[in-house]
């Protein structure tokens, strides 16, 4: 790749999400008092919205229930191309599993797309729903006997696609992979039909209001952080992206959280369409989108662990040099970045939460692959519920072993152990005195190892830094402000707010 344009460092200096700023969702009451449904759905992101939406036109009363704004999840945050092409999934899958397993993931997936395709035009919905062809290539000579055997895959699957030389857009591809017929939207204005519709159901839906704990019985208690609003069900959605909730299923040693990263760019040049998504070793999604009338192109990338990266805006600066001298930056309106969860075998966890709860359920595990995976989550959580039959509940039960995904079960739990161990001992490099303004840092301050935050206006926020969900050691995240947890993802905001769970409760603060 040529350096053909000038690259320039204009990165806004505070993230936020352009379907977020774009599109103007409704708003909902805390839950106060307590409440009889039949379905309790805890999480409003694609999942947990698809999910009361499918069961709101089943005539169930449904309450969603979401421990901050609706929508400002993952969901809020992702690139929304609307696709199975998942990367390398296919030939991957084909040499750990049977065939059936990796074509019913694909026709799952096809399916979910089909859905959102029909709701989108039955409703006349205005999403920017705009269909693509979905490309996978590589830059890299040495990646392409990947490519090409996950276009063998392709074949001995049936999935309809075609192989490429190079394409119409100026990266150096040595081969690509097109997959026709996929598509690309604005999630949440979407998404915002299914939340009014499920209001007009009868559906009722509760912000701010984070579920803490749960009584297994008939029916079925869930209480509020506070203990003091109660929520009877008979049927649990756990759609929280990763589950609140971790009784007897061992959930917490089968989930990885990373991060990854995106831009809104607009180009010096124009662009000929299409979705793009590299294999190459600094991985870049490619889509358009339209913000102010104008085209943006949404560049992605730069995958991570969860607090498990050094500096985490050299990212965004990564993708702004890719941005730059593939197809020219004028401006950047918008960066921002998310953390989605994957399972052990990389198939989501949707279905029974576990043979002791009948009446719980679960979605998780999308593998940055929601938009679709979310949608799936919905429709198979709807057939569980109305004990319906559904081709795909063996593939995604949360319930299901095979060898391959228990030896990745010890090594996941290994790390965590590691990563309590190792997070105890790290460093603390920096003087409290010597943090700028908008620095954050580990510091040693009366004796003990804190976090702390200089704010713009020169005000300290300290922090004890170790995670209230299990006790290991949260990272400084300098591009999101934030401190995160390599364990299970957890994210706690500079004051110590948490702004991504599993954990419920605060850091504790510490007086300077
Ligand atoms: C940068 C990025 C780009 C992506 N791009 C794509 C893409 O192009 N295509 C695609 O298909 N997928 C993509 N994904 C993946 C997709 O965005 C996610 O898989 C999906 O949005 C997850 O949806 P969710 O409903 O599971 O979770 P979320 O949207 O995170 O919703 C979960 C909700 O649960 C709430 N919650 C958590 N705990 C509690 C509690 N205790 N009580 C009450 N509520 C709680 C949270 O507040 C949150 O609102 C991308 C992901 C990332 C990170």
């Known amino acids: 790749m040529s350096e053909k344009f000038n690259v320039p460092s204009e990165l806004p200096r505070y993230p936020r999400s352009m379907w977020r700023t774009v599109t103007t969702l409704p708003t909902f009451p805390e839950l106060r008092g ?17 999910t009361a939406y499918l069961l709101s036109l089943e005539g169930y009363k449904v309450a969603l229930i979401d421990a901050g704004r609706i929508l400002d999840g993952t969901t ?6 609307i696709s199975a092409q998942h990367g390398l999934i296919y030939s991957e899958f084909l040499t750990n599993f049977r065939p059936e397993i990796a074509k019913g993931y694909y026709e799952a997936n096809t399916e979910a797309l089909r859905f959102i395709r029909e709701t989108v035009e039955t409703h006349g919905i205005d999403c920017d729903f705009k269909e693509e ?3 996978l290539y590589t830059t890299q000579e040495d990646k392409l006997d990947e490519l090409r055997k996950e276009f063998e895959a392709y074949q001995e699957l049936g999935i309809p696609g075609q192989w490429h030389d190079s394409l119409a857009i100026p990266v150096d591809a040595k081969g690509a992979i097109s997959m026709p017929g996929q598509a690309q939207f604005n999630p949440l204005k979407y998404l915002k039909f299914l ?6 159901n009868g559906g009722l839906i509760y912000e701010n209001t984070t579920i803490e704990d749960t009584k297994y019985g008939k029916p079925i208690e869930l209480y509020t952080l506070d203990q003091e609003n109660t929520v009877f069900c008979n049927e649990l959605v756990v ?3 990763y589950p609140f909730w971790n009784k007897a299923a061992g959930y917490f040693s089968r989930l990885s959280t990373e991060r990854s990263y995106a831009l809104a760019v607009k180009p010096e040049t124009s662009f000929q369409g299409g979705m793009y998504l590299s294999i190459d070793d600094a991985k870049r999604s490619i889509r358009s989108a339209t913000f102010e009338g104008e085209e943006v192109l949404i560049i992605g990338g730069e995958n991570h662990r969860t607090g498990k990266s050094d500096n985490t ?3 965004y600066v990564e ?9 020219g930056v004028r401006e950047i309106p918008f960066r921002w970045s998310a953390q989605d969860v994957t399972t052990l075998d990389k198939i989501p966890y949707i279905g029974p939460f576990s043979s002791d709860y009948p009446f719980t359920f679960i979605a998780t595990g999308f593998n940055k692959w929601g938009m679709t995976n979310g949608t799936v989550a919905g429709l198979l959580l709807r057939d569980n519920i109305l004990r319906r039959s559904n081709p795909y509940m063996d593939l995604f039960n949360p319930g299901r072993f095979n060898d391959k995904s228990m030896n990745q079960n010890i090594t996941t739990t290994f790390k965590m152990a590691k990563e309590l161990i190792s997070g105890k001992f790290a460093g603390a490099h920096e003087k409290i005195d010597n ?10 301050h009366g004796g003990k190892k804190v976090g702390a935050y200089r704010d713009p206006k020169g005000e300290l926020h300290i922090v004890d830094t170790t995670c209230t969900h299990m006790g290991c050691e949260t990272a400084w995240n300098e591009a999101e402000r934030s401190w995160d947890c390599p364990c299970h993802g957890s994210r706690f905001s500079y004051t110590g707010e948490v702004l991504e769970g599993p954990a419920k409760e605060p850091l504790e603060r510490i007086q300077e």
Do not use: N
Not at 34 to 50: F, S
Not at 435 to 444: C, K, N, T, W, Y
């Open 319 to 327: 993708l702004e040099k890719f941005a730059g001298t593939t197809f």
């Open 239 to 241: 759609a929280s992206h």
């Open 313 to 315: 805006f050299e990212h």
């Open 435 to 444: 943090l700028e303004p908008d620095q954050g840092a580990l510091v040693r």
């Open 34 to 50: 307590d409440l009889k449904v039949d379905a309790a759905i805890v999480g409003a992101g694609i999942a947990g919205v698809t």
């Open 76 to 81: 809020g945050y992702t690139t929304a191309k």
């Open 195 to 200: 939340v009014e519709k499920i209001v007009e």
């Open 133 to 135: 062809t979905a490309y």
